[in-house]
């Protein structure tokens, strides 16, 4: 998988406008979780695509279950963004659940946007926080978005990642290569890789 550099004031939002501008055309359907992080909603807006919610149940601690992603697809629906663990629940969506969800999405030829800025901050070793691209299939057709600014606690490096396959082929979708990036002050960027580079070598 290829990364490429999208910088956001969170860490990850101008990262998800890539993977929604390279997805989605006018009209098209895309699934989110609901309740969800508000800005998603914004953001599809933006790419003139529309949000079918999946709905996710206090019963259920929030996690995204896929016979609900199975009912919540149209015709129209060309992508599945997940959040795991989510903003704002927390939520993440366990291993044998998260097979199930991989699987609904490859039988209806789905892009899956997998926002996982949150996972760092799982602190129960006793919970699995597994990525559906590791997922048999997944890796073809899945946009891993992370956060360097949240994962390495540097705020004012406002940078985020696109993690894509080359199969995506941004190019060939007629839009060309997109880079949104900036950065608040070489000291931030400097801090920020020092954090990447011990947190990798600690690994």
């Not at 705020?155 to 995506?168: C, D, F, M, N, Q």
């Not at 060309?176 to 600690?202: D, I, N």
Request: one cysteine or more.
């Amino acid at each position: 998988m290829n990364e490429l550099a999208g910088g956001c004031h969170a860490g990850g939002m101008e990262a998800i406008y890539l993977a929604l501008i390279a997805t989605l055309d006018i009209g098209d359907d895309i699934l989110i979780p609901d309740p969800g992080y508000a800005n998603y909603f914004g953001q599809v807006r933006m790419v003139h695509a529309n949000v079918v919610p999946v709905p996710l149940s206090a019963a259920n601690g929030f996690r995204m279950r896929a016979a609900d992603v199975e009912a919540a697809i149209t015709p129209r629906t060309k992508v599945l963004l997940l959040n795991s663990p989510s903003n704002p629940t927390g939520a993440i969506i366990d291993p044998d659940e998260l097979a199930a969800i991989a699987e609904v999405a490859v039988s209806h030829d789905l892009w899956v946007i997998s926002d996982e800025v949150y996972r760092a901050f799982v602190y129960d070793d006793d919970v699995r926080c597994l990525s559906i691209a590791s997922m048999p299939g997944m890796k073809e057709r899945t946009i891993v978005v992370d956060s360097f600014s949240k994962t390495f606690a540097v705020r004012l490096l406002h940078e985020g990642k696109v993690v894509v396959t080359p199969a995506l082929g941004f190019g060939s979708r007629g839009r060309g290569f997109v880079r949104m990036s900036y950065v608040g002050t070489a000291q931030a960027t400097a801090e920020g890789l020092r954090r990447m580079r011990a947190w990798l070598e600690s690994l």
